[in-house]
């Protein structure tokens, strides 16, 4: 079964740091790439960064370059996007998903697996 679970979302002040993971299983992790999504309320879904597992290769948006930095640890199955200088604008319920179409975009339809998301809040 495959399974994509997203951690480590919680409510910061703005400024701060967070750091989520996304433990995945059921599927050839090399594979695939992992991208990080985000949908705030009243908004629709957002790409903002990914990586392919097999090479390390990154892409983010300009929204979050700068900011936030994405890793792959692969003895773990494991994505992080760690999200430095947090805005009240990051304030979503963050997604990661798994794409096995090769291409590295945060095109939601590109991808094939996706978890519950965690929800991250900065307060102002």
């Known amino acids: 079964e495959v399974q994509l679970v997203e951690s480590g979302g919680a409510l910061v002040q703005a400024g701060g740091s967070l750091r989520l993971s996304c433990a995945a299983s059921g599927f050839t992790f090399g594979d695939y790439v992992i991208g990080w999504f985000r949908q705030a309320p009243g908004k629709e879904r957002e790409g903002i960064s990914c990586?392919?597992?097999?090479?390390?290769?990154?892409y983010y948006v300009d929204s979050v370059k700068g900011r936030f930095t994405i890793s792959s640890d692969n003895a773990k199955k494991t994505v992080y996007l760690q999200m430095n200088n947090l805005k009240p604008e990051d304030t979503a319920v963050y997604y990661c998903?798994?794409?096995?179409?090769?291409?590295?975009?945060?095109?939601?339809?590109?991808?094939?697996?996706w978890g519950q998301g965690t929800q991250v809040t900065v307060s102002s």
């Open positions: 998903a798994a794409s096995k179409s090769g291409w590295l975009a945060v095109v939601s339809t590109l991808y094939d697996y």
């Open positions: 990586i392919r597992s097999n090479g390390g290769t990154t």
